[in-house]
């Protein structure tokens, strides 16, 4: 460690480092609009400049390198100023709608200016008008609203690896944009939904479909079923002030059938569904020389990624529907036989931290006749909103516990919201189906944690099974080369859109550190550490649904409502 002056105090930094990391890291906060861990700093926004003694101007701390004994101011009346100009400058070019603005209070832009005393309009001029882009069923594009600080550029090229967006244009003309400046519904991207999470602005949001969930909860003739996918109940906490990780699933439920839901299901049950569709596909193909390595379905921006970039592995997809989409075809079959109710009288809402769910909500594969599996998706940040609306206090709920037959879920079907989680699962159920044993430890520890790429080799039966854990899109690039390049050992790969998995999608809140995350996940562990039913084939509600309905995993009734089929597709790049 070094050591440098801040303020006239003495601090340690990492030789090397930039002086941003260094200075958070000692409680000092510096403000900024472009800088993202991890990645390298570009400095573009420069509202981070502090002083140095020595520099001829103002530098930007995220992308200056400490040196011993160097001396910093970091709030001195210059530094203050330039920051409050830079700030007063992009305010003269963005919209006065903040009222209106779905990030209205969790906009850094309204923070910085509230933080900076800006009270009064100094820089006035000709404003750039743009048209909104509500082409994508998933997001939202108001280019009005962006200040070029480049986050979601970065994060669709760097972490995600799909290059959806770029800057284009030049000088005062410069846009954030897509290829030729066409609509997100034709561009490549996969609605995941990681630039809003990083968007400092209202520039980019989910679509919101709160008119059309309210309509049929007052439509008296339809019968209105809500899902809850598993990272929700640990995540939804934090926009009320709950810590981070704490497991609300009993007030969430109460809250739902507030909110005026008929049904309140538990999406951990068709995740366990999933399990026993996915583990017999793989052993199908394990079995009889089938398309290896089998890639997993659940996550829908991921699917949208293969068809566009690696078309030649859509065979490698699992059949199986996403456990959202399971429950949304159960529902509309079995529950509606059992409870004798018109299936176009069901109307099906899922609650998910995905955007890329909206999407998937919709695809032509997910529509049964002219009647969809989902009818509606709400993310996590739009459930809060709607809660807040209806004036529902968690403190004054009591914990209830989700409707059967679809609330009740194993915790391995829990684990789904973490990185692993799938894959995890799925090792269970399939030495189990495989050799009619449980597994002596439960716990697979090679597949859990954060990290972008986990492989693995586990023992079930007599077959040496070599699995791999992807999250983010860019790190499922770099394997997919690799098998590109002719790869074979791999058996069984589970892909997650999201650095981290469900747990850090992009409809989760706004502001997610690591920590956070972290939080999420260990909640995940707990749960499946405490509970009972830790695997799949063991959830007593899935065993009756086979045993009335499915008759077994693969059967012709399941490949009818739990499989489908993908396509390559054609987007602008």
């Known amino acids: 460690m070094i050591q440098i002056q801040v303020n006239n105090k003495t601090i340690e930094a990492k030789p090397g480092e930039m002086l941003l990391g260094a200075l958070r890291r000692a409680g000092i906060q510096v403000p900024t609009l472009c800088n993202m861990e991890e990645l390298l700093p570009t400095g573009a926004c420069r509202m981070c400049v502090v002083e140095v003694e020595g520099a001829p101007a103002l530098v930007p701390s995220c992308a200056f390198p400490v040196r011993e004994g160097m001396k910093v101011k970091t709030h001195s009346q210059r530094a203050v100023r330039a920051r409050k100009t830079i700030l007063e400058l992009l305010l003269a070019n963005h919209p006065d709608d903040c009222l209106y603005c779905p990030r209205n209070g969790s906009c850094e832009l309204q923070s910085l200016a509230e933080n900076l005393g800006v009270r009064q309009r100094r820089y006035t001029g000709l404003k750039s008008q743009h048209k909104i882009d509500t082409s994508s069923p998933s997001l939202v594009r108001d280019p009005d609203k962006c200040i070029l600080c480049g986050k979601c550029v970065r994060v669709c090229e760097e972490v995600q690896g799909v290059a959806c967006l770029d800057f284009i244009g030049r000088g005062s003309q410069t846009t954030v944009g897509t290829a030729f400046n066409q609509g997100l519904n034709v561009s490549s991207c996969v609605a995941c939904g990681q630039c809003i999470r990083v968007c400092p602005t209202g520039a980019l949001s989910e679509q919101s479909h709160f008119r059309a969930m309210l309509n049929a909860i007052d439509d008296p003739e339809m019968t209105v079923c809500v899902q809850v996918a598993p990272a929700v109940s640990v995540t939804l906490g934090e926009e009320f002030g709950i810590k981070p990780g704490a497991d609300i699933a009993g007030l969430l439920n109460a809250a739902l059938r507030r909110l005026g839901f008929d049904y309140v299901f538990d999406t951990g049950f068709s995740a366990d569904l999933t399990i026993m569709e996915e583990g017999s596909e793989l052993v199908h193909r394990l079995q009889n020389g089938g398309r290896l390595p089998m890639l997993t379905s659940c996550s829908p ?6 068809e566009q970039f690696y078309p030649e592995m859509i065979p490698n997809l699992s059949t199986c529907k996403s456990p959202q989409q399971m429950l949304g075809a159960v529902v509309k079959g079995y529950f509606a036989e059992r409870q004798k109710i018109d299936p176009a009288k069901i109307f099906t809402v899922s609650v998910m931290p995905c955007t890329a769910k909206k999407f998937e909500a919709g695809r032509a594969e997910m529509v049964r006749g002219d009647m969809a599996d989902i009818d509606l998706v709400l993310t996590t940040r739009e459930l809060a909103r709607i809660i807040r609306m209806r004036g529902i206090d968690f403190n004054a709920l009591e914990a209830e516990t989700a409707d059967t037959p679809f609330g009740e879920r194993s915790s391995a079907g829990k684990l789904f919201g973490a990185t692993g989680g799938v894959m995890e699962a799925a090792i269970r159920s399939a030495h189990f189906l495989v050799t009619g044993k449980e597994m002596e430890n439960l716990k697979v520890q090679p597949v859990r944690g954060l990290e972008g790429i986990k492989t693995a080799t586990v023992k079930v039966g007599e077959v040496e099974l070599n ?49 956070a995350v972290k939080a999420r996940m260990q909640a995940l562990y707990r749960i499946d550490r405490e509970e009972g039913v830790r695997v799949s084939h063991a959830n007593p509600s899935v065993q009756r649904l086979y045993s009335e309905w499915l008759g077994k995993p693969m059967s012709d009734v399941s490949h009818k409502y739990l499989h489908t089929h993908y396509h390559a597709r054609e987007v602008l790049k």
């Open 301 to 306: 921006g991921w699917i949208k990624f293969v």
């Open 467 to 515: 699995v791999a854990v992807v999250s983010g899109l860019a790190n499922a690039r770099k394997l997919l080369e690799e098998i590109r390049a002719g790869r074979k050992d791999l058996h069984f790969i589970e892909v997650m859109t999201c650095p981290g998995g469900c747990i850090n999608g992009g409809g989760q809140p706004i502001g997610t550190d690591l920590e």
